[in-house]
């Protein structure tokens, strides 16, 4: 099992910037996987971004692609998710998610959440 607190989230205004960070316990952090993924307002869940056990992979929605940067420091069991050049459409509640396994895999492999933690962006 693995357990995963979001925190970080807040109100910005459009083009500001905000850091999550995801802290993780209850298992072997650094052989899981890590993502972010969000749900806005009357919005189904998607992917916003992924990276391997060790760091070396990483992916992105094409939303985020080029503002958005996931990291993680196994030291401190801890993912992060760097959001610049906030858009209002990013407003959502992000989640963390773990999954089994090393690489980033597929959506449906990530089945460990933490509870999320608002992010909205003013215009």
């Known amino acids: 099992q693995v357990q995963l607190v979001e925190s970080g989230g807040g109100l910005v205004q459009t083009g500001g910037s905000l850091r999550l960070s995801c802290a993780a316990s209850?298992?072997?952090?650094?052989?899981?996987?890590m993502g972010w993924f969000r749900q806005g307002p009357v919005k189904e869940r998607e992917f916003v971004a992924a990276?391997?056990?060790?760091?070396?992979?990483?992916a992105y929605a094409d939303s985020v692609k080029g503002r958005f940067t996931i990291s993680r420091d196994n030291a401190k069991n801890t993912v992060y998710l760097q959001m610049n050049a906030l858009k209002p459409e990013d407003t959502a509640v992000y989640y963390c998610?773990?999954?089994?396994?090393?690489?980033?895999?597929?959506?449906?492999?990530?089945?460990?959440w933490g509870q999320g933690t608002q992010v909205t962006v003013s215009s």
């Open positions: 209850g298992r072997t952090f650094s052989s899981n996987a």
């Open positions: 990276i391997s056990w060790s760091g070396g992979s990483t």
């Open positions: 998610a773990a999954k089994d396994g090393l690489r980033i895999g597929r959506v449906s492999e990530y089945g460990y």
